[in-house]
């Protein structure tokens, strides 16, 4: 085994683990989108187990290395990336500011949230990607603001064809500590879920607007 495989196994029991991932096939969940889902994904919960949000925090470390090397600046996505993007600047020992959804409506009207410099290269981090929009529309504003981003860091993927696009497009490469495949692999395993639930659960992964919509 892959120490990529290894880490992305470990990361998702941990998900699995503390409830941060559920997987309801058979009680589908409605996002804000309206799509039907059979999985719900808070990783806003690990924060609240500290072994858990020290082992994201460190392998999050360790591949913004890997796979970006030392940047200048960390970058956190509001609001689900904040406090994770905090703690791997503190453990990099880096500056770190965050981008909102939509700019302030008072005061200084801020769209970035703190201190940074032109020509400043960023890595930037989510806590899960879906369809990439959200995750994009930071990346954009920090190159509007002159900040360099080497590209983009998850803790988890649905694994959205959409997503690996528009990426693809923004030229932002991105990498994840696990993704919904492995997920499901490691659910099965540990019997979270059974053999005749994968079907459903791999048929959403495909068509996710398609999915008990039409």
């Known amino acids: 085994m892959t120490n990529d495989k290894y880490r992305a196994l470990k990361i998702a029991e941990l998900l699995l683990q503390v409830k941060a991932v559920k997987l309801q096939p058979d009680a ?8 039907k889902s059979p999985i719900y994904c808070d990783n806003r919960i690990t924060l609240s187990h500290p072994s858990v949000r020290t082992h994201i ?6 591949l913004i290395t890997e796979k970006f090397g030392n940047p200048d600046i960390i970058v956190g996505v509001a609001t689900g990336a904040i406090a994770i993007g905090a703690l791997v ?22 769209l970035i949230e703190g201190h940074y410099e032109k020509g400043q290269k960023a890595v930037v981090i989510e806590d899960l990607i879906s369809t990439g929009g959200s995750s994009l529309k930071a990346v954009e504003s920090l190159r509007e603001s002159g900040i360099e981003v080497k590209g983009l860091t998850a803790i988890f993927t649905y694994g959205f064809s959409e997503s690996e696009d528009r990426f693809n497009k923004a030229e932002c490469p991105y990498s994840t500590l696990t993704d919904y495949t492995t997920l499901l692999e490691k659910a099965l395993d540990s019997n979270y879920i059974k053999e005749q639930n994968l079907h459903l659960l791999r048929e959403w992964s495909r068509e996710p607007s398609k999915w008990l919509n039409s």
């Open 28 to 35: 589908p969940f409605t996002w804000a989108s309206g799509w």
């Open 57 to 62: 925090r460190q392998k999050l470390v360790a």
């Open 89 to 110: 600047a503190q453990e990099m020992g880096l500056p770190f500011i965050y981008v909102r959804s939509a700019a302030k409506g008072h005061g200084r009207k801020n």
